[in-house]
């Protein structure tokens, strides 16, 4: 989608109001809307990706599971919509100790393997800590249903997906 029209059109606009009032005026007019041209894009594209949050909202409220995202490319915004991929809800992990308590350890991986355990649960919709609480509790227990982390049982969950984008 290219935004270039909406901004002529407020750009003509402004010189329309303000050409009663002389060719200073005008002139004026036409200065104030290309020194506010990056905010006002920076403004409907607020606004696109308000839109595209509230879309997303309403199709998974109807149980489509969905998302659109606004898309920048250059000086283009493209609204893009994808489908939610349904993953099994996991149990949570059982608590290995008596107390329950929570401990600190530091893990160091060699970074192709640390790229693959986070690859994996991104494609769960987890964090990288509660993939490897699982994993760990399934090697320790050897918990049946476990494959590579995930359960054979349990309900649908839907991911959830965090886009926007920056302007520099």
């Not at 200065?31 to 606004?47: G, K, P, Q, V, Y």
């Not at 530091?106 to 609480?133: D, H, M």
């Not at 349990?154 to 984008?165: H, I, L």
């Amino acid at each position: 989608m290219d935004l270039s029209p909406y901004l002529e059109s407020l750009r003509h606009d402004l010189a329309a109001a303000a050409a009663p009032a002389g060719d200073d005026a005008v002139r004026t007019a036409e200065l104030l809307s290309t020194s506010l041209e990056s905010s006002l894009r920076l403004a409907l594209l607020e606004a696109l990706s308000d839109a595209a949050a509230e879309i997303t909202g309403e199709l998974n409220r109807m149980g489509n599971p969905a998302t659109v995202e606004v898309r920048m490319r250059a000086r283009q915004a493209d609204l893009v919509v994808s489908e939610i991929p349904v993953t099994p809800l996991e149990p949570p992990p059982a608590p290995t100790g008596e107390s329950g308590d929570i401990a600190r350890i530091t893990l160091r991986l060699p970074e192709p393997l640390k790229e693959a355990v986070e690859s994996a649960a991104a494609g769960e919709s987890i964090s990288v800590n509660a993939w490897l609480v699982r994993a760990i509790n399934s090697a320790v227990h050897g918990q049946p249903g476990q494959t590579h982390g995930r359960s054979t049982a349990g309900r649908a969950r839907y991911g959830k997906r965090v886009t926007g984008y920056a302007q520099a």
